[in-house]
């Protein structure tokens, strides 16, 4: 597949293997170390079912431990240089802190609203690379909307002067969320809707995403205070 291709006339999304996998390794060490949940060894399925026993709440307090993981979007990015450099060029703005996000199973677990990047404020020069921690063999990932239907919808929705209407909800039924192995990861422009339905598992999700463009491409307005310049270093 050349993605290139897909991100700009096809889908508007690619799996694709993360090219450093030592580098993702180690990104995935840091966190374990310094993520806090009592009774857990430093194994990430071991952490995933330790989550699912946690409220919000107590996830929340968590999180906030990650606070001080500032350099997780030079990480992501540099475990995929080759790619990024394809897309982007050696010179980025890229996001200041990158996300770390865990889902519970369940259904009466919060689901992710189907959403663009666009409608956020992004620039429609930026891309984002979305990563799971472990293996996804159950159904909590994250669907993906081809481009082209994911412009119908919203020239719908705007026509309509709706946000979030029925067209956009009726999205998450029957969706089959995209199963990744640990080292693969989605990349996908901010024109693809996307977002994910509740699960069933013994396991918490837990993956990782990170936002952004060449420094050559305008910013818009958000992008100023919510990017930092990145540059590749050389071999």
Not at 120 to 144: E, K, N, Q, R, T
Request: proline fraction near 5%; aromatic fraction near 10%; charge should be positive.
């Amino acid at each position: 597949m050349d993605i290139l291709k897909e991100l700009k006339n096809g889908s508007g999304y690619a799996v694709f293997n993360i090219e450093n996998i030592k580098a993702f390794e180690k990104l995935r060490n840091l966190f374990l170390k310094r993520i806090y949940v009592k009774n857990y060894s430093n194994n990430i399925d071991t952490l995933r079912k330790s989550l699912t026993k946690m409220n919000k709440a107590e996830i929340n307090k968590t999180m906030i431990k990650l606070l001080s993981f500032t350099n997780l979007s030079e990480m992501i990015v540099s475990s995929c240089p080759k790619l990024i450099k394809k897309l982007c060029g050696e010179e980025l703005f890229i996001q200041r802190r990158a996300h770390i996000i865990i889902n519970l199973p369940g259904h009466g677990q919060p689901k992710q609203w189907p959403h663009y990047e666009m409608i956020s404020g992004l620039s429609p020069f930026s891309y984002v690379i979305w990563a799971p921690l472990h293996d996804l063999d159950d159904d909590g990932g994250i669907y993906y909307i081809n481009q082209h239907k994911s412009s119908k919808i919203m020239k719908k929705e705007e026509h309509k002067g709706l946000v979030n209407g029925p067209d956009v909800l009726n999205l998450m039924q029957n969706q089959k969320p995209v199963k990744l192995k640990f080292g693969e990861a989605i990349i996908f422009n901010p024109f693809v809707i996307h977002g994910n339905t509740p699960f069933n598992s013994k396991y918490a999700r837990i993956a990782c995403n990170v936002r952004f463009q060449s420094c050559n491409k305008p910013l818009l307005q958000k992008n100023t205070d919510y990017l930092k310049y990145f540059k590749f270093a050389k071999n």
